[in-house]
């Protein structure tokens, strides 16, 4: 199957600082991409939906600001979470689709991310 | 709304016993229908899906689901499971039309004992 790769797996970051992590699709164009969020022992919340060359469509309650996303290209979106705070200490995750409804959604490995 | 619901957070069973993970959506309209599987450190990864035809889709490794539009279910069975079928299970739906964004249950955890 399709391949997407997340980076950085893990992070540990200052409480006020920003990250950026990076979800690739190697083997294929996703024109849709995808940010989830998972909380300990819980499932996958959908955070935004991010569209190559547009803007990305948030889900309600989801801070546009804190949160940002860029998908510069058709193999490449980028998450950053700014101005972290250990509220935003969670496991990220991105997938990929092919575009076409019922075609199955790779996903990254995910990113851990620490704020302390 | 959609919605997906897993009514058992966990399962524990033992080795070489059959198991059955349930799952429930809510929609108006014609869903596709997904179980991901997350192994311990791992990505989610596509287990089985129904999108048309026949109501009983298989894996490869075993495991099958079946699609009931009158109960609105698509429960994941095995008929005997081995040790390494631990994992987290995810049952997922799929609203066409829009981005064909996924919505996810809250998830099954799996847990095969000797």
């Given at each position: 199957g399709a391949v997407v790769s997340q980076h950085p797996s893990w992070v540990i970051c200052k409480s006020g600082t920003s990250v950026k992590i990076e979800c690739r699709s190697l083997d294929f164009q996703a024109t849709t991409m995808f940010w989830y969020r998972q909380f300990p022992k819980q499932s996958l919340m959908l955070m935004a939906t991010s569209n190559e060359g547009s803007k990305a469509t948030y889900e309600q309650g989801v801070e546009k600001d804190k949160f940002l996303i860029n998908h510069?290209?058709?193999?490449l979106s980028t998450l950053t979470v700014t101005?972290?705070?250990?509220?935003?200490?969670s496991f990220y995750i991105c997938s990929a689709t092919?575009?076409?409804?019922?075609t199955e959604a790779f996903f990254g490995q995910g990113t851990r991310l620490t704020v302390v | 709304a959609q919605s997906v619901t897993q009514l058992d957070s966990q399962v524990p069973v033992f080795e070489e016993a059959p198991v059955e993970l349930r799952c429930n959506y809510s929609s108006s309209v014609s869903v596709y229908l997904f179980w991901y599987v997350q192994y311990p450190n791992q990505g989610l990864q596509l287990l089985l899906k129904y999108?048309?035809?026949?109501?009983l889709v298989e894996s490869i490794n075993g495991f099958e689901a079946e699609f009931n539009k009158s109960q609105t279910s698509f429960h994941l069975r095995k008929p005997s499971v081995h040790i390494s079928d631990t994992a987290e299970y995810f049952c997922a739906a799929q609203i066409s039309g829009g981005y064909n964004k996924l919505i996810f249950g809250a998830g099954t955890r799996l847990a095969v004992h000797p």
């Amino acid at each position: 199957g399709a391949v997407v790769s997340q980076h950085p797996s893990w992070v540990i970051c200052k409480s006020g600082t920003s990250v950026k992590i990076e979800c690739r699709s190697l083997d294929f164009q996703a024109t849709t991409m995808f940010w989830y969020r998972q909380f300990p022992k819980q499932s996958l919340m959908l955070m935004a939906t991010s569209n190559e060359g547009s803007k990305a469509t948030y889900e309600q309650g989801v801070e546009k600001d804190k949160f940002l996303i860029n998908h510069a290209s058709l193999t490449l979106s980028t998450l950053t979470v700014t101005s972290a705070h250990p509220e935003d200490s969670s496991f990220y995750i991105c997938s990929a689709t092919l575009g076409q409804a019922g075609t199955e959604a790779f996903f990254g490995q995910g990113t851990r991310l620490t704020v302390v | 709304a959609q919605s997906v619901t897993q009514l058992d957070s966990q399962v524990p069973v033992f080795e070489e016993a059959p198991v059955e993970l349930r799952c429930n959506y809510s929609s108006s309209v014609s869903v596709y229908l997904f179980w991901y599987v997350q192994y311990p450190n791992q990505g989610l990864q596509l287990l089985l899906k129904y999108l048309s035809g026949s109501t009983l889709v298989e894996s490869i490794n075993g495991f099958e689901a079946e699609f009931n539009k009158s109960q609105t279910s698509f429960h994941l069975r095995k008929p005997s499971v081995h040790i390494s079928d631990t994992a987290e299970y995810f049952c997922a739906a799929q609203i066409s039309g829009g981005y064909n964004k996924l919505i996810f249950g809250a998830g099954t955890r799996l847990a095969v004992h000797p």
